[in-house]
């Protein structure tokens, strides 16, 4: 019997998990849809584009959407179990709360280890590919944007000419560019060919020219060099609509790469960079413990809103869920502030809800949990209804 109740628990959580991850990855990127609809509108990409810089973006969002779907799976059910008298059913027989865990914990501590599977290798290369998809998207329309015996301005401060392009390979010939960016010079530059290229690393868009000469003039003089090489950096805001590339950013790091920093590599840059490199190793670890801490602190929870309809128990979950970010959020915050020790910004939340749920569970087991939903009004009429 035992084995069969832990059964039944374990596949509707898991059915519930499915339901609420699907749900909320898909209202995640949708929001995220409508804030870049300026640089997805502008670089003008198709349909199959457009999914892969969403799926390169999924495990970003995975390592915040599986802990949550993982609380509501467990709360919704035990809830369910609690609402339809399945507990007092299971008590009259001998079952207590505690016999009950078996199920969701070996479905947390899965989540757990799908969490940390994502925070460790998955962020990194979904990252990677998605700046890479991006860029030689920016690639393909600044080819574009040159048009043969056309002088373009798209780029700020600069000015391209070529009097031929070749469409399909990206090849320009007898280019001109006139870089605006110095105030008190002007540089001209004159070259053979020219072709568009990316530097990942920098987030950056290069021209590289080969065979010609940069004609400088300014108030100290005039100059004028010859090269076999050169690149140009080229400004990628106006292409992407003001998306913030840069250099890779400790989020977008691998596991292997944040570990090999060391405190005195990251301060050499800046005492911020050293914090953010800090937070980020203990997030990766932090958010996946979250998976367990939160499913042990909703178990309890059934019994004290018993009788509640399952659309208001989401709600309370959702709501739950929502002050364990806003602690976490804090710790982010204080943590790269240098206020506070990222190991205790970032794994307060994570104790706090796991010692209030072993309590809680405590509590439950000695059917001393308070009945907070006597209090409510709509708990009020459920019990007068029963």
Sequence with gaps: MIALLHRRIFLEIGSLFCLSSCALLTLVLISRAVQMREMLLGLDIGLTDMANLFACMTPVFLLLVIPVSCMLSVFLTFLRMSSDREFIALRAGGVSILQMLPGPLLFSLICTGLTLWVSLHWIAAGMSEF????????????????????????????????????????????????????????????????????????????????????????????????????????????????????????????????????????????????NKIEVERHKRWAYPAACLALTVFVLPLAAVFEGIKRQTGLAIALVMFFVYYSLMSLGFSTGESGSVPPAIGLWFPNILFLTAGIIGLRLAERERMPKIHLRLPFGKNRRHAS
């Design 131 to 274: 700046r890479e998809s991006l860029l030689n998207i920016a690639t393909t329309r600044a080819r574009i944007v040159v048009q043969p015996g056309v002088f373009n301005t798209d780029f700020p401060g600069f000015v391209l000419f070529s009097r031929q392009v070749n469409p399909s390979t990206g090849h320009l010939s007898q280019v001109l560019v006139e870089d605006r960016t110095q105030k008190d010079r002007r540089i001209i530059i004159l070259a053979n060919t020219g072709l568009f290229d990316t530097d990942s690393d920098r987030g950056t868009l290069l021209f590289k020219l080969t065979g010609g000469k940069i004609y400088s003039s300014g108030r100290g003089g005039s100059s004028v060099l010859q090269f076999e090489e050169y690149a140009v950096r080229l400004p990628l805001d106006t292409l992407l609509h003001h998306f913030d590339f840069g250099e890779i950013r400790p989020r977008e790091m691998s596991w292997s790469k944040l570990a090999s920093i060391t405190r005195e590599e990251a301060l050499q840059r800046d005492e911020n960079y050293a």
